[in-house]
């Protein structure tokens, strides 16, 4: 009864903290770091790579049909409507000749010159800073929060189910096993 007593305690007792020290330990660690480096690294460059070349195509195909259009359209418009005003008011006063070839060359300089450096500047300046500042800010947040929150959620999820799941199968088939080895061995022996 003494060594049944005295060595079940003092073998459950030792076993239990050896276990469960080297057991959360361990496997907090490594799954810690392996997990947190995985995560951050896949998610990290995935996402940033990703983002980056879809924002880019977006905004150069974005920006380079709006512009096309913009300024197609705009110049177009505008000088056929300038040319037409100017050319058939003046028509009768001036020279057909002179009036023309002036006016065209002027208009046409003037208006695709000012037309297209506005409308590139303005388009060029406000929708890559707008775009890149509020995606930048948006994505980062995101990023942090999401990753902050998984990696938080599954590393302590993942951790305290397998540390459970392990220590107590651990424990328990050590134990039986131990105990009841020692504890026949020490008893046939005593």
Do not use: A, K
Not at 9 to 33: K, P, R
Not at 71 to 96: A, I, M
Request: some cysteine; hydrophobic content about 75%.
């Amino acid at each position: 009864v003494c060594l049944f007593v005295c060595l079940f305690v003092c073998l459950f007792v030792c076993l239990f903290v050896c276990l469960f020290v080297c057991l959360f330990v361990c496997l907090f660690v490594c799954l810690f770091v392996c997990l947190f480096v995985c995560l951050f690294v896949c998610l990290f460059v995935c996402l940033f790579v990703c983002l980056f070349v879809c924002l880019f195509v977006c905004l150069f195909v974005c920006l380079f049909v709006c512009l096309f259009v913009c300024l197609f359209v705009c110049l177009f418009v505008c000088l056929f409507v300038c040319l037409f005003v100017c050319l058939f008011v003046c028509l009768f006063v001036c020279l057909f000749v002179c009036l023309f070839v002036c006016l065209f060359v002027c208009l046409f300089v003037c208006l695709f010159v000012c037309l297209f450096v506005c409308l590139f500047v303005c388009l060029f300046v406000c929708l890559f800073v707008c775009l890149f500042v509020c995606l930048f800010v948006c994505l980062f947040v995101c990023l942090f929060v999401c990753l902050f929150v998984c990696l938080f959620v599954c590393l302590f999820v993942c951790l305290f189910v397998c540390l459970f799941v392990c220590l107590f199968v651990c424990l328990f088939v050590c134990l039986f096993v131990c105990l009841f080895v020692c504890l026949f061995v020490c008893l046939f022996v005593c």
